[in-house]
C-alpha cells in the first residue's frame, strides 16, 4: 500500500512539473513559482537518495561518477534532464555521497575525467 501511495506522489509531482514545462513553452518568462505548492522542487522521501546511490554502487562494475548517478537518478524519477534540474540533483547526489563516505560506506577513487569516481567499501 505505501508503494502505491509513493508511486501516486511521484507521479503528481512528475505532472506538476510538466505543467510548468508547458507553461514555460508559451511563456519563457512566467514566473511558475506562484503555482508551485511544494516547498522543495524534486523532493525525496526520507533516505530515498541514499538508499539509490548505495543500490547503484552496489550493482557497478567500476566507480561511479556523481553525474553519472544523477543521470539515472533524474532517469529512474522520471524528471527533466534540464540544465536546472542536473545542478540540483547533483547538489543532493553530492551530498548523499559525502554523508555516505562520513560513514565509512563509500570511498571516493580516482577517475578519468573532470569527477571523481565513487565505490562502495567492501
Known amino acids: 500500500m505505501l508503494k502505491f501511495h509513493r508511486a501516486e506522489i511521484r507521479k503528481v509531482i512528475c505532472d506538476l512539473d510538466h505543467v510548468d514545462a508547458t507553461i514555460r513553452l508559451?511563456?519563457?518568462n512566467a514566473d511558475v513559482s506562484r503555482?508551485?505548492?511544494?516547498?522543495t522542487k524534486h523532493r525525496a522521501t526520507k533516505g530515498e537518495a541514499s538508499r539509490f546511490v548505495i543500490?547503484?554502487?552496489k550493482r557497478a562494475n567500476t566507480p561511479i561518477t556523481s553525474l553519472d548517478?544523477?543521470?539515472e537518478q533524474i532517469?529512474?524519477?522520471g524528471l527533466s534532464a534540464d540544465e536546472q534540474t542536473i545542478v540540483l540533483m547533483r547538489k543532493r547526489v553530492g551530498a548523499t555521497?559525502?554523508?555516505?563516505?562520513?560513514?565509512?560506506?563509500?570511498?571516493?577513487?580516482?577517475?578519468d575525467g573532470r569527477?571523481?569516481?565513487?565505490?562502495?567499501?567492501?
Open 26 to 28: 508559451f511563456d519563457p
Open 115 to 122: 569527477y571523481k569516481g565513487w565505490e562502495l567499501v567492501r
Open 75 to 77: 532517469k529512474a524519477r
Open 69 to 71: 548517478l544523477v543521470k
Open 55 to 57: 543500490q547503484m554502487l
Open 35 to 39: 503555482v508551485v505548492r511544494y516547498p
Open 97 to 111: 555521497l559525502s554523508a555516505q563516505q562520513r560513514l565509512g560506506v563509500v570511498r571516493s577513487v580516482f577517475h
